[in-house]
């Protein structure tokens, strides 16, 4: 979870900063890392990208209880209004 969350929010971040900063230093520090970790890395960054382009939520605090048998996830949005614009977002 702590992977998709950092991927996320290096997103959400580059997208509140209109730059690819984030993403640039995730992948640099992934380059010692096996080529398939590399991989799933960049399938996350597009998946964010293509599935969830108008989030422009970061992930706060989560957790991962388990509920009835069932592992449930969740988490804080947290949005930096001074960067958001909020018009047009169905959020």
């Known amino acids: 979870m702590r992977v998709i969350i950092t991927v996320w929010n290096a997103v959400v971040l ?10 640039n230093e995730l992948m640099s520090t992934m380059m010692d890392q096996p080529r398939e970790m590399q991989i799933i890395i960049k399938r996350l960054i597009k998946r964010k990208k293509k599935k969830f382009p108008n989030d422009p ?3 706060g605090k989560h957790w991962v209880k ?9 988490c804080e949005a947290r949005l930096d209004l001074k960067k958001v614009v909020i018009e047009g977002l169905s959020h």
């Open 57 to 59: 939520r970061a992930v």
């Open 14 to 23: 580059d997208a509140w900063n209109k730059s690819n900063r984030f993403e």
């Open 66 to 74: 388990e509920k009835y048998g069932e592992l449930v996830f969740g």
